[in-house]
Nanobody, 121 residues
Framework: QVQLVESGGGLVQPGGSLRLSCAAS????????LGWYRQAPGKQRELVAT???????NYADSVKGRFTISRDNAKNTVALQMNSLKPEDTAVYYC???????????????WGQGTQVTVSS
């Protein structure tokens, strides 16, 4: 059973920084894309950043220049460095993996349980 476990959320003042981490527990045959999504109260879940197995990153316009996504393929982990945080970044952040747990299982999306990020003075 593959699980994604996030860590690193919390309360931070505007302009501050946080680093989110996500690790896949259990064996994974292959992880293609990894990403971070977020959902603010009353809003739909939205893409924050994604990164391919080759390291190509894609960001939402709202976080470009402030957030950096990175991954460690050997450890099956993905991180999100968030700088210059704004109140509008407040949301539950979810880790996402596009992969296969074994060579025989279908490719599918896996989701973490979410970690709260609150930006407030």
């Amino acid at each position: 059973q593959v699980q994604l476990v996030e860590s690193g959320g919390g309360l931070v003042q505007p302009g501050g920084s946080l680093r989110l981490s996500c690790a896949a527990s259990g064996s994974m045959f292959m992880i293609y894309g990894l990403g971070w999504y977020r959902q603010a109260p009353g809003k739909q879940r939205e893409l924050v950043a994604t990164i391919t197995s080759g390291g190509s990153a894609n960001y939402a316009d709202s976080v470009k220049g402030r957030f950096t996504i990175s991954r460690d393929n050997a450890k099956n982990t993905v991180a999100l460095q968030m700088n210059s945080l704004k109140p509008e970044d407040t949301a539950v952040y979810y880790c996402n993996a596009d992969g296969q747990s074994t060579i025989l299982t279908p490719r599918r999306l896996y989701w973490g349980q979410g970690t709260q990020v609150t930006v407030s003075s």
